[in-house]
C-alpha cells in the first residue's frame, strides 16, 4: 500500500486526465497545423499554450531566432526557447514577444540549444512539456489569461541557468530571483513608445548560474502588461501563491468549459480528436488585449492612440477571414465574448476614425474588404450589441464607407471615390484586387442597411446602401457566367482568364469569388441563368482542372499548391473566401451535391494530425467552418440570422446556449445526403433554419 498510494496521488494530481468526453480538453492536439513552412502551409499554427482568448500565449520555439514568423515547426528537430508570443499568423508576425530557455553547463557566448523529441513531448492548450536531451532539463508550462508558470526540472549541474531574451530592442535586468524588462517587438500595428512589461519571479537566483540537485525542481512565475510595470505585477497576482498543478488543472477546467459548450457523440476517436482541436483554434482569436486595473475594472492600452483607456479591447484577427463563420460562431455559442469584442471595437471606433479590418494589435495592412461591417452587424441583429456602442459603431462604419485610413490602406475603403460613384472599382485605375473589393463592399453594404434599418436611421440612407448592395451586378459578365474586371468606360477586361489569381481577385481567381454575393444568392442565380445554370457553374468548379496562372504573383503562391494537392478541381478550401460555396447547392434543385462536397472536404481535408488542415488555419475561420459543418449547418450570409443546412458528421450533438437551453441535432445513419430535415418537428420546405429558434433549445433531425 504504502508504494501504491504516492503512485497513484501522482496520477490524480497530474495536470492531464485521460481522454474522455467529460473532459473534451483532452482530445486537443496544439500540434495540428504545426507542419508548415513559407511555401506549403498545412495550418502555419504554432502550438499556444494559453487558456481561451488570453491575452498572453505561450509557445516552443524550434527556429533559430525568436523573431522568425515560422517560430515552431513540426518538422524540426532543435529547440531554443520558450517565448511568450502575440503572433496572430506568419504573415503578420509577432509583437512583444519575449523568450527563456533552460540550460546545463557553460554557453561560451552561444546561445542554448538543445534536441528534443516529439516523444518526449506533451502538447495540451492548458499544458506542454518537453525534454530538452542536450540539457536533461524537463520543461513545463501552464497558463493563464496575462501569466504563466513555468517550471524546469534540473540534473545535477554546478553551472545551471536560464537565458532571458526581451529580443531586439528589448531590456531586462536582474536582480536576486527576479528579472523585470520589456520587449518593444514588433512589425507594425503599433504607436510610439509601446512596450510589453515582464515581470518573472523565480526560486532560484536569476541572471546568474546555480548549482542543482539532480531533479531539482525550479519554478517561474511570470507576467506582462501592455500598460506599465505596476500593472505587470497586478497581472502576476494570477499565479502569485499558486502550484503549477493548481494553475494547470484551473486552465485545464476552464477549457472544458469552453469546449464542453459542444458535446458530440458517436463519432471516431478521431474524429473527436479533430472537432475538439479545431474547436480549441476557434477560441484563441481575437484575444484580450484588457487588463483588470487596481479597481478591478477593464483597462486598457489603446494601440490606436497609444493612451491608457477604460474598458474592453481585443485584437489580432483579420475580419476578411473572421467574418465568415468565427464571428457567427462566437455568436451562437459564445455571445458573451463577442459581447466583449463589440464593447472593445466601440472603443476602438472613440479611439480614432477607423475600426480596423486586420487588426494585430492596432490597424495593419493586410487583405481587402470592409468587412467589420459584417462582424458589428451579426453581433447587433442578435442582440449582443449595447445601443450606446452600437451608435457610435454605426458612425465610424459609415465614415469607413467614405474615407479610408490615411497610412494603413486596409481600414476603411480603397477605391470609395469610384465605388460610391460608379457603382464598383474599375479594373484599369490602379486599384488592385478591384473586383474583390467590389463585391465584398456590396455585401458589406447590405449589413450597413440591415443596421441601419435596426437603428431606425431615415429611410433615404437605408435606401442608399440597399441600393449598393446590388453593385456586384456591376462586375458579373454574363458571357462567362464570372465575376470579372471591369474598365472605368464600363467595358470588361481584356484578356480574361478565370484561372488568373489575384488581379482582380484577392488570392483567389474568378472561380473562386464569383460566389461572394452572400446576401442574394437567388439575385446571383437568376443572373447565371436560372438553376440548371447555377447548378452547371457550381459543378465546373470541381470538374475544371486545378491549373492556375500564377503571373499576378509572379510566383505559385502557397494557396495554389494547396488548392493543387487537395484534388477537388479549382474547389480551394485551403482559403477563405470559397468556403462558403459547399453549401450554394441548397439555392439548387440539388443539394445533396453539397453534402457530398461537404463530408468529404470534413473527411479528408481536416484531420488532428500536424499536417492536420489544408491551408492557414486563420485565426479560427478555417476551424470554425469544420465545426459548423460537423453540427450540420453554415452561415453562408453572417447578419441575415439564417444557416443553410449541410450534413452533420456525428449521430448526435448538443450545444449549451448561454441562457441553459439546449440545442440537439441529430441524425439518422452516416449520410451524407439527408433529404428529410426537421426543426422542432416540422420538416423543413427550404434548407435554411431560423438562428434564433435553434438559440431557443430546438431539436433539429437529419433523415434520410
Ligand atoms: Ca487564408
Given at each position: 500500500?504504502?508504494r501504491?498510494?504516492?503512485?497513484?496521488?501522482?496520477?490524480?494530481?497530474a495536470?492531464?486526465?485521460?481522454?474522455?468526453?467529460?473532459?473534451?480538453?483532452?482530445?486537443?492536439?496544439?500540434?495540428v497545423?504545426?507542419?508548415?513552412?513559407?511555401?506549403?502551409?498545412?495550418?502555419?499554427?504554432?502550438?499556444?499554450?494559453?487558456?481561451?482568448?488570453?491575452?498572453?500565449?505561450?509557445?516552443?520555439?524550434t527556429?533559430?531566432?525568436?523573431?522568425?514568423?515560422?517560430?515552431?515547426?513540426?518538422?524540426?528537430?532543435?529547440?531554443?526557447?520558450?517565448k511568450?508570443?502575440?503572433q496572430?499568423?506568419?504573415?503578420?508576425?509577432?509583437?512583444?514577444?519575449?523568450?527563456?530557455?533552460?540550460?546545463?553547463?557553460?554557453?561560451?557566448?552561444?546561445?542554448?540549444?538543445?534536441w528534443?523529441?516529439?516523444?518526449?513531448?506533451?502538447?495540451r492548450?492548458?499544458?506542454?512539456?518537453?525534454?530538452?536531451?542536450d540539457?536533461?532539463?524537463?520543461?513545463e508550462?501552464?497558463?493563464?489569461?496575462?501569466?504563466a508558470?513555468?517550471?524546469?526540472?534540473?540534473?545535477?549541474?554546478?553551472?545551471?541557468?536560464?537565458?532571458?531574451?526581451?529580443?531586439?530592442?528589448?531590456?531586462?535586468?536582474?536582480e536576486?530571483?527576479?528579472?523585470?524588462?520589456?520587449?518593444?517587438?514588433?512589425?507594425?500595428?503599433?504607436p510610439?513608445?509601446?512596450?510589453?512589461y515582464?515581470?518573472?519571479?523565480?526560486?532560484?537566483?536569476?541572471?546568474?548560474?546555480?548549482a542543482?540537485?539532480r531533479?531539482?525542481?525550479?519554478?517561474?512565475?511570470?507576467?506582462?502588461?501592455?500598460?506599465?510595470?505596476?500593472?505587470?505585477?497586478?497581472?502576476?497576482?494570477?499565479?502569485?501563491?499558486?502550484?503549477?498543478?493548481?494553475?494547470?488543472?484551473?486552465?485545464?477546467?476552464?477549457?472544458?468549459?469552453?469546449?464542453?459548450?459542444?458535446?458530440?457523440?458517436?463519432?471516431?476517436?478521431?474524429?473527436?480528436?479533430?472537432?475538439?482541436?479545431?474547436?480549441?483554434?476557434?477560441t484563441?482569436?481575437?484575444?484580450?488585449?484588457?487588463?483588470?486595473?487596481?479597481?478591478?475594472?477593464p483597462?486598457?492600452?489603446?494601440?490606436?492612440?497609444?493612451?491608457?483607456?477604460?474598458?474592453?479591447?481585443?485584437?489580432?484577427?483579420?475580419?476578411?477571414?473572421?467574418?465568415?463563420a468565427?464571428?457567427p460562431?462566437?455568436?451562437?455559442?459564445?455571445?458573451?465574448?463577442?459581447?466583449?469584442?463589440?464593447?472593445?471595437?466601440?472603443?476602438?471606433?472613440?479611439?480614432?476614425?477607423?475600426?480596423?479590418?486586420?487588426?494585430?494589435?492596432?490597424h495593419?495592412?493586410?487583405m481587402?474588404?470592409?468587412?467589420?461591417?459584417?462582424?458589428v452587424?451579426?453581433a447587433?441583429?442578435?442582440?449582443?450589441?449595447?445601443r450606446e456602442?452600437?451608435?457610435?459603431?454605426?458612425?465610424?462604419i459609415?465614415?469607413?464607407?467614405?474615407?479610408?485610413?490615411?497610412?494603413?490602406?486596409?481600414?476603411?475603403?480603397?477605391?470609395?471615390?469610384y465605388?460610391?460613384?460608379?457603382?464598383?472599382?474599375?479594373?484599369?485605375?490602379?486599384?488592385?484586387?478591384?473586383?474583390?473589393?467590389?463585391?465584398?463592399y456590396a455585401?458589406?453594404?447590405?449589413?450597413?442597411?440591415?443596421?441601419?434599418?435596426?437603428?431606425?436611421?431615415?429611410?433615404?440612407?437605408?435606401?442608399?446602401?440597399q441600393?449598393?448592395?446590388?453593385?456586384?451586378?456591376n462586375?458579373?459578365?454574363?458571357?462567362?457566367?464570372l465575376?470579372?474586371?471591369?474598365?472605368?468606360?464600363?467595358?470588361?477586361?481584356?484578356?480574361?482568364s478565370?484561372?488568373?489569381?489575384g488581379?482582380?481577385?484577392?488570392?483567389?481567381?474568378?472561380?473562386?469569388?464569383?460566389?461572394?454575393?452572400?446576401?442574394?444568392?437567388p439575385?446571383?442565380?437568376?443572373?447565371?441563368?436560372?438553376?440548371?445554370?447555377?447548378?452547371?457553374?457550381?459543378?465546373?468548379?470541381?470538374?475544371?482542372?486545378?491549373?492556375?496562372?500564377?503571373?499576378?504573383?509572379?510566383?505559385?503562391?502557397?494557396?495554389?499548391?494547396?488548392?493543387?494537392?487537395?484534388?477537388?478541381g479549382?474547389?480551394?478550401?485551403?482559403?477563405?473566401?470559397?468556403?462558403?460555396?459547399?453549401?450554394?447547392?441548397?439555392?439548387?434543385?440539388?443539394?445533396?451535391?453539397?453534402?457530398?462536397?461537404?463530408?468529404?472536404?470534413?473527411?479528408?481535408?481536416?484531420?488532428?494530425?500536424?499536417?492536420?488542415?489544408?491551408?492557414d488555419?486563420?485565426?479560427g475561420q478555417?476551424?470554425?467552418?469544420?465545426?459548423?459543418s460537423?453540427?450540420?449547418f453554415?452561415?453562408?450570409?453572417?447578419?441575415?440570422?439564417?444557416?443553410?443546412?449541410?450534413?452533420?458528421l456525428?449521430?448526435h450533438a448538443?450545444?449549451?446556449?448561454?441562457?441553459?437551453?439546449?440545442?440537439?441535432?441529430?441524425?439518422?445513419?452516416?449520410?451524407?445526403?439527408?433529404?428529410?430535415?426537421?426543426?422542432?418537428?416540422?420538416?423543413?420546405?427550404?434548407?435554411?433554419?431560423?438562428?434564433q429558434?435553434?438559440?431557443?433549445?430546438a431539436?433539429?433531425?437529419?433523415?434520410?
Amino acid at each position: 500500500m504504502k508504494r501504491v498510494f504516492p503512485l497513484l496521488l501522482a496520477l490524480l494530481t497530474a495536470c492531464g486526465n485521460p481522454s474522455s468526453p467529460e473532459h473534451p480538453s483532452t482530445y486537443v492536439s496544439t500540434l495540428v497545423g504545426t507542419q508548415s513552412d513559407y511555401s506549403f502551409s498545412t495550418g502555419n499554427t504554432y502550438p499556444a499554450i494559453a487558456v481561451p482568448w488570453g491575452m498572453n500565449f505561450w509557445t516552443p520555439v524550434t527556429a533559430q531566432r525568436e523573431d522568425d514568423g515560422w517560430a515552431y515547426q513540426y518538422e524540426k528537430k532543435t529547440i531554443s526557447g520558450f517565448k511568450q508570443t502575440h503572433q496572430p499568423s506568419p504573415w503578420i508576425g509577432d509583437y512583444g514577444a519575449f523568450s527563456i530557455m533552460p540550460y546545463t553547463g557553460a554557453l561560451n557566448g552561444g546561445k542554448p540549444v538543445s534536441w528534443f523529441s516529439h516523444k518526449s513531448e506533451e502538447a495540451r492548450p492548458y499544458y506542454y512539456s518537453v525534454y530538452l536531451a542536450d540539457y536533461d532539463v524537463k520543461v513545463e508550462i501552464t497558463p493563464t489569461e496575462r501569466a504563466a508558470v513555468l517550471r524546469f526540472t534540473y540534473p545535477e549541474n554546478s553551472h545551471s541557468g536560464m537565458t532571458v531574451n526581451p529580443l531586439e530592442g528589448g531590456f531586462v535586468a536582474f536582480e536576486g530571483n527576479t528579472a523585470t524588462g520589456y520587449s518593444v517587438f514588433n512589425r507594425g500595428g503599433v504607436p510610439e513608445g509601446f512596450r510589453n512589461y515582464f515581470v518573472i519571479e523565480a526560486d532560484v537566483p536569476m541572471g546568474e548560474t546555480f548549482a542543482t540537485r539532480r531533479g531539482q525542481v525550479v519554478t517561474l512565475r511570470v507576467a506582462s502588461s501592455f500598460i506599465s510595470p505596476e500593472q505587470a505585477l497586478l497581472n502576476l497576482k494570477e499565479v502569485e501563491g499558486r502550484s503549477f498543478d493548481e494553475v494547470c488543472a484551473a486552465a485545464q477546467q476552464r477549457w472544458d468549459d469552453v469546449l464542453g459548450r459542444i458535446r458530440v457523440q458517436g463519432g471516431t476517436d478521431d474524429e473527436l480528436r479533430t472537432f475538439y482541436s479545431c474547436l480549441y483554434r476557434s477560441t484563441l482569436f481575437p484575444r484580450k488585449l484588457y487588463e483588470i486595473g487596481e479597481d478591478g475594472k477593464p483597462v486598457h492600452y489603446s494601440p490606436y492612440n497609444g493612451k491608457v483607456e477604460p474598458g474592453y479591447m481585443y485584437g489580432d484577427t483579420g475580419f476578411w477571414d473572421t467574418f465568415r463563420a468565427l464571428f457567427p460562431l462566437l455568436n451562437l455559442v459564445y455571445p458573451e465574448v463577442n459581447a466583449e469584442i463589440q464593447a472593445g471595437l466601440a472603443n476602438i471606433a472613440r479611439e480614432n476614425d477607423f475600426l480596423p479590418e486586420w487588426s494585430s494589435p492596432g490597424h495593419r495592412d493586410c487583405m481587402v474588404g470592409n468587412n467589420s461591417a459584417s462582424v458589428v452587424a451579426d453581433a447587433a441583429l442578435q442582440g449582443i450589441t449595447s445601443r450606446e456602442d452600437l451608435e457610435v459603431l454605426y458612425k465610424a462604419i459609415v465614415h469607413g464607407t467614405e474615407n479610408v485610413h490615411p497610412t494603413v490602406g486596409s481600414s476603411g475603403r480603397k477605391g470609395h471615390e469610384y465605388y460610391n460613384t460608379l457603382g464598383y472599382i474599375p479594373y484599369n485605375v490602379g486599384i488592385r484586387e478591384n473586383v474583390a473589393r467590389t463585391l465584398e463592399y456590396a455585401y458589406d453594404d447590405w449589413c450597413i442597411a440591415r443596421l441601419a434599418q435596426l437603428l431606425g436611421r431615415p429611410q433615404e440612407e437605408i435606401d442608399l446602401y440597399q441600393k449598393r448592395s446590388g453593385n456586384w451586378r456591376n462586375v458579373f459578365d454574363k458571357e462567362s457566367r464570372l465575376m470579372r474586371g471591369r474598365n472605368a468606360d464600363g467595358t470588361f477586361q481584356e484578356p480574361f482568364s478565370p484561372y488568373k489569381w489575384g488581379d482582380a481577385f484577392t488570392e483567389g481567381n474568378a472561380w473562386h469569388y464569383t460566389w461572394s454575393v452572400f446576401h442574394d444568392v437567388p439575385g446571383l442565380r437568376e443572373a447565371m441563368g436560372g438553376d440548371a445554370s447555377f447548378t452547371e457553374m457550381l459543378d465546373s468548379v470541381f470538374i475544371v482542372p486545378p491549373i492556375y496562372d500564377d503571373s499576378y504573383y509572379g510566383v505559385r503562391i502557397h494557396e495554389i499548391t494547396e488548392m493543387q494537392v487537395a484534388n477537388m478541381g479549382n474547389y480551394a478550401h485551403g482559403n477563405q473566401p470559397a468556403q462558403h460555396m459547399l453549401y450554394l447547392y441548397d439555392w439548387t434543385s440539388e443539394p445533396w451535391k453539397g453534402q457530398q462536397h461537404i463530408r468529404e472536404t470534413m473527411e479528408r481535408l481536416y484531420s488532428a494530425t500536424p499536417d492536420g488542415y489544408c491551408g492557414d488555419e486563420d485565426n479560427g475561420q478555417t476551424s470554425a467552418w469544420y465545426i459548423f459543418s460537423a453540427l450540420g449547418f453554415y452561415p453562408v450570409c453572417p447578419a441575415s440570422g439564417e444557416y443553410a443546412v449541410g450534413t452533420p458528421l456525428f449521430p448526435h450533438a448538443e450545444v449549451t446556449m448561454p441562457g441553459g437551453k439546449t440545442l440537439t441535432i441529430t441524425a439518422e445513419g452516416a449520410g451524407p445526403v439527408y433529404n428529410d430535415i426537421r426543426l422542432n418537428g416540422k420538416r423543413l420546405d427550404a434548407r435554411f433554419v431560423d438562428i434564433q429558434a435553434l438559440k431557443e433549445g430546438a431539436k433539429l433531425e437529419f433523415r434520410k
